[in-house]
């Protein structure tokens, strides 16, 4: 999905779908970048181009350099970027890093600020160890990402055994009940919806400030998928964390 913008890759025979990554001005873009570059001031560029490609703003950036070494030498920049200052509006974020006579940029899918996005969904996610490509350096670590989508409550159940006897006596030996839910998504490009799965097998993620952990087995369910389309509708199971 990385090799260029998401409408330049679909099929002859699908359908363009718009889909622009929800943020709102209370959100975080948070990067990691590997580098043996110790200058901070390296990593701090980055600006938001309109959608004809124009400068918009050139945005303050915090970097930090964790603690330890990767990748025989490298070290960990996490790069901050806050919105609470971005004007609503649709916006392409471009980062760089320039140090030792070389330029490298970054281009992101575009994006789309608000004050509140109606219909969507703050996921903050973190691991206890390192995976899928993303540096863990602390247990206080941790991600964003916003999608449209909300949260359905099944139906109450529960767990319990039941003892009966000869003269078909019941008792209930012990009981423990549960709630189960899903997590709806309308409307997820192919993209998206790769990264919302990756982001499900971390070991803490909560939902609009409440933990949850993917039930065993389940999977990102298609709803309504349609070949000619380039976004679908996706559901998965959840379940409480903290029962």
Same mark, same amino acid.
């Given at each position: 999905?990385?090799?260029?913008?998401?409408?330049?890759?679909?099929?002859?025979?699908?359908?363009?779908?718009?889909?622009?990554?929800?943020?709102?001005?209370?959100?975080?873009?948070?990067?990691?970048?590997?580098?043996?570059?110790?200058?901070?001031?390296?990593?701090?560029?980055?600006?938001?181009?309109?959608?004809?490609?124009? *400068?918009?703003?050139?945005?303050?950036?915090?970097?930090?350099?964790? @603690? #330890? /070494?990767?990748?025989?030498? $490298?070290? =960990?920049?996490?790069?901050?970027?806050?919105?609470?200052?971005?004007?609503?509006?649709?916006?392409?974020?471009?980062?760089?890093?320039?140090?030792?006579?070389?330029?490298?940029?970054?281009?992101?899918?575009?994006?789309?600020?608000?004050?509140?996005?109606?219909?969507?969904?703050?996921?903050?996610?973190?691991?206890?160890?390192?995976?899928?490509?993303?540096?863990?350096?602390?247990?206080?670590?941790?991600?964003?990402?916003?999608?449209?989508?909300?949260?359905?409550?099944?139906?109450?159940?529960?767990?319990?055994? *039941?003892?009966?006897?000869?003269?078909?006596?019941?008792?209930?030996? @012990? #009981? /423990?009940?549960?709630?189960? $839910?899903? =997590?709806?998504?309308?409307?997820?490009?192919?993209?998206?919806?790769?990264?919302?799965?990756?982001?499900?097998?971390?070991?803490?993620?909560?939902?609009?400030?409440?933990?949850?952990?993917?039930?065993?087995?389940?999977?990102?369910?298609?709803?309504?998928?349609?070949?000619?389309?380039?976004?679908?509708?996706?559901?998965?199971?959840?379940?409480?964390?903290?029962?």
């Amino acid at each position: 999905f990385d090799s260029d913008f998401a409408l330049r890759l679909i099929k002859s025979y699908q359908q363009s779908n718009d889909y622009i990554q929800p943020y709102q001005q209370s959100d975080t873009i948070i990067m990691q970048w590997l580098g043996d570059d110790s200058t901070l001031a390296n990593y701090q560029y980055a600006r938001f181009l309109d959608r004809n490609g124009n *400068v918009f703003l050139n945005k303050s950036v915090s970097v930090v350099q964790e @603690s #330890g /070494t990767y990748l025989s030498g $490298y070290k =960990l920049y996490t790069i901050k970027i806050n919105l609470f200052d971005m004007p609503e509006g649709i916006y392409f974020l471009q980062c760089a890093y320039f140090g030792g006579g070389n330029r490298y940029y970054v281009l992101h899918e575009p994006i789309e600020v608000k004050q509140n996005h109606e219909d969507t969904i703050l996921i903050e996610y973190r691991n206890s160890y390192n995976d899928q490509s993303v540096i863990y350096p602390s247990t206080t670590y941790k991600f964003y990402k916003r999608v449209k989508g909300y949260i359905q409550i099944q139906p109450p159940s529960s767990d319990f055994r *039941v003892y009966e006897d000869q003269p078909m006596n019941k008792e209930l030996v @012990s #009981g /423990t009940p549960f709630r189960t $839910y899903e =997590l709806m998504m309308p409307y997820l490009p192919e993209w998206e919806s790769d990264k919302v799965n990756r982001i499900l097998t971390c070991d803490t993620v909560s939902l609009d400030g409440n933990f949850y952990t993917r039930d065993e087995g389940s999977k990102l369910e298609p709803i309504g998928l349609h070949e000619e389309s380039t976004a679908y509708g996706y559901k998965v199971q959840l379940g409480e964390r903290y029962n």
